[in-house]
């Protein structure tokens, strides 16, 4: 690069008025420093920014690849996941069908306990009411052989006196064999 500002310089002397000095002409001055500007950029420039622009396309190219191996993996995380939410809803499903089905179940067996308790209920209901009924019946009875009892006497007393006491006596003697 040095060596091409010397022999730049050097024509540039060459052409000016004999020696190394200052040009006061603007415009070609300016010409000349633009240039030389523009050399060097090429020159240096050209690799520097070639680099640069290397650099930047294998960074871009490692994260494009980087992205897409992220892709892959969520792609796969998703399918795996999708998956397994498959599976916990076929899953949920047996469990709610399992359910559903106990449910029935139970609910048909309590209905025949019910049943089947209602007609004890009424058996024991009907037993009782015919013992309560027996017994009202044999009290009844009881009441009844009493009230009689208690109405033959009181008739023998009003209408046997004493001279049919002994007959009765007498007679109940000669059939018991005296």
């Known amino acids: 690069m040095i060596d091409s500002f010397f022999i730049l310089a050097t ?3 060459e052409v000016s008025t004999g020696g190394f000095g200052l040009d006061f002409n603007l415009l070609e001055t300016n010409f000349v420093n ?3 500007l523009i050399v060097l950029l090429v020159f240096y420039g050209g690799k520097v920014l070639g680099n640069i622009l290397n650099e930047r396309r294998l960074q871009i190219a490692n994260a494009i690849q980087e992205a897409e191996e992220r892709q892959r993996k969520a792609a796969t995380a998703l399918g795996t996941e999708q998956q397994k939410l498959t599976q916990a ?3 949920a499903e047996r469990i709610y069908q399992r359910a ?5 179940t139970l609910a048909s067996e309590i209905a025949e306990r019910s049943r ?9 209901a009907a037993a009782d009411l015919s013992s309560e009924q027996e017994r009202v019946i044999a009290q009844l009875k009881k009441q009844i052989a009493q ?22 006596i007498d007679r109940s003697i000669t059939q018991l064999g005296g």
């Not at 559903?100 to 029935?104: F, G, N, P, S």
């Not at 033959?152 to 046997?160: D, F, I, P, W």
């Open 147 to 168: 009230m009689a009892l208690n109405k033959a006497e009181n008739q023998l007393k009003e209408q046997v006196n004493e001279d049919m006491q002994h007959q009765l």
């Open 89 to 91: 809803q076929a899953e």
């Open 11 to 13: 024509e540039a002397h």
């Open 100 to 104: 559903k089905d106990r449910a029935t």
């Open 34 to 36: 633009l240039a030389i």
């Open 116 to 124: 089947q308790d209602i007609e004890r209920l009424k058996e024991t």
